[in-house]
């Protein structure tokens, strides 16, 4: 039990980003760390010999992906624009705090699974081999998704996408 | 120096600081070779700097208490064992079936009145409220039909509660078949795809009756009456973020 509280407890600020950054919802988000630390509890001691990082994320990952996958047989959205200002940067200057939520709306434009491999490897540095595993993707899928992500994100920042509503607001504000 | 060649997937170990120090020094003099490679390797280090900036935030803030670990491993101590909780479960399965057996006919009582009324809105919201293809019968633009033919089978004049000052839109309506009779259902929904259903239909039980909130599953709202009538309304949001609609139809319906 005690060795539980020393692996797992110093990870949770990092669960909790990774949710959040996933889902976009604060609340949501720690529901679903919460669930994900339930579960880590009740099955610690089957866990098999390893990282305890990359077990925790796998967890967390595979609730995360059922809860897109029920959102989706809803037919509801995923709450992707609910943050508010309050939920990111709190300390930082207001300028800056734009800049931040400017990129994690772009980010939010990522197709989920480039998104989940950016978010693992670029921001909760795990190796390449640990973000496949979490996952479940071979390596080389990890790397291709990667560089789309990369990519991709590039052009949302700087609103290079052939997005066709883009440019209809566009057209429209030049009346 | 090793003569391999420099690779994509280099370039981004070498962007996460995953290259041991010898490869990195071997991309590090590709790049200063190669202006234009270097130019994007910068970027893409630049975007992950600012990514980590954006999210550090999160992991500084105090843990709620519901992620407090030692208080779900006490948690998990004091709940009892699965294996008793079947036990148990089957031991009220098999009293129950029994009961049941005894009480046959006599139990078969069916809701009415409010809690009916209150069944009829959830069920109608789990049955229609997911439907992409055609949640709705008559949809809003054939408005004045719809209101005309629910308030000719429902023998009373209905209308179709206006919900835009709380960012609902009317999508339409059906008529719904109710073990007290037909039922008339309006269905909303706001720009991020959460809809709600109002359900309405004259009452026999409880023609008067407060605003009561109700919650089954994932669905939740509140159901009253007024005059004869009773209205319910439902959606997936918190209970209280619906009491102001809920308060909007009502004001709206007495106006009928």
Redesign the interface.
């Known amino acids: 039990?005690n060795d539980?509280?020393l692996q797992?407890?110093p990870l949770?600020?990092?669960l909790?980003?990774y949710a959040?950054?996933l889902l976009r919802n604060p609340a949501s988000a720690?529901d679903l760390?919460?669930d994900c630390?339930?579960r880590a509890?009740?099955r610690w001691d089957q866990r098999r010999e390893g990282n305890t990082r990359s077990w925790l994320f796998t967890i967390l990952h595979n609730l995360a992906v059922n809860q897109f996958r029920q959102a989706a047989?809803?037919?509801?959205?995923v709450?992707i624009?609910?943050t508010n200002e309050a939920d990111?940067?709190?300390?930082?200057v207001q300028e800056q705090k734009l800049?931040?939520?400017d990129?994690?709306n772009k980010?939010a434009k990522l197709p989920e699974d480039q998104r989940a491999v950016?978010?693992l490897?670029?921001?909760e540095d795990l190796?390449?081999a640990d973000a496949a595993k979490v996952l479940n993707i071979p390596i080389g899928t990890v790397?291709s998704r990667?560089?789309r992500a990369?990519e991709r994100?590039?052009q949302e920042?700087e609103g290079t996408t052939d997005d066709p509503s883009k440019n209809v607001v566009k057209l429209r504000s030049l009346k | 120096m090793s003569n391999r060649p420099i690779t994509e997937d280099d370039l981004h170990a070498y962007v996460d600081q995953l290259l041991e120090p010898e490869r990195r020094a071997e991309v590090a003099a590709y790049l200063e070779a190669h202006p234009e490679v270097a130019r994007r390797v910068s970027v893409f280090s630049d975007q992950r700097e600012l990514l980590r900036s954006a999210l550090a935030p999160i992991a500084d803030e105090p843990l709620p208490p519901e992620l407090n670990l030692s208080r779900i491993i006490e948690s998990r101590k004091m709940r009892p064992s699965r294996i008793w909780w079947a036990v148990a479960a089957m031991l009220l399965l098999s009293v129950g079936s029994l009961g049941g057996w005894v009480a046959r006919g006599s139990m078969q009582v069916s809701p009415s009145g409010l809690a009916a009324l209150a069944q009829e809105a959830t069920d109608s919201f789990n049955v229609y409220a997911p439907d992409r293809v055609r949640p709705v019968e008559v949809r809003a633009s054939d408005g004045a039909q719809l209101v005309q033919w629910l308030s000719n089978r429902l023998h009373q004049p209905i209308k179709a509660p206006d919900l835009t000052t709380a960012g609902y839109r009317l999508m339409g309506g059906r008529l719904i078949a109710t073990s007290h009779g037909p039922a008339a259902m309006f269905m909303y929904d706001d720009d991020r795809g959460d809809r709600l259903v109002v359900l309405t239909r004259p009452m026999a039980v409880d023609q008067n009756a407060p605003m009561t909130p109700q919650s089954k599953g994932e669905v939740s709202g509140f159901v009253w009456a007024d005059g004869g009538m009773g209205y319910s309304l439902v959606g997936q949001s918190a209970v209280e973020s619906l009491r102001p609609i809920a308060n909007e139809v009502r004001k709206q319906a007495r106006t009928i």
């Open positions: 039990m539980m509280l797992v407890e949770i600020p990092a909790r980003r959040r950054a720690d760390v919460q630390l339930e509890v009740s047989a809803r037919g509801r959205h709450t624009d609910e990111f940067g709190q300390d930082a800049m931040y939520r990129v994690l980010l950016l978010l490897v670029a921001v190796s390449y790397m990667l560089s990369r994100l590039q920042i």
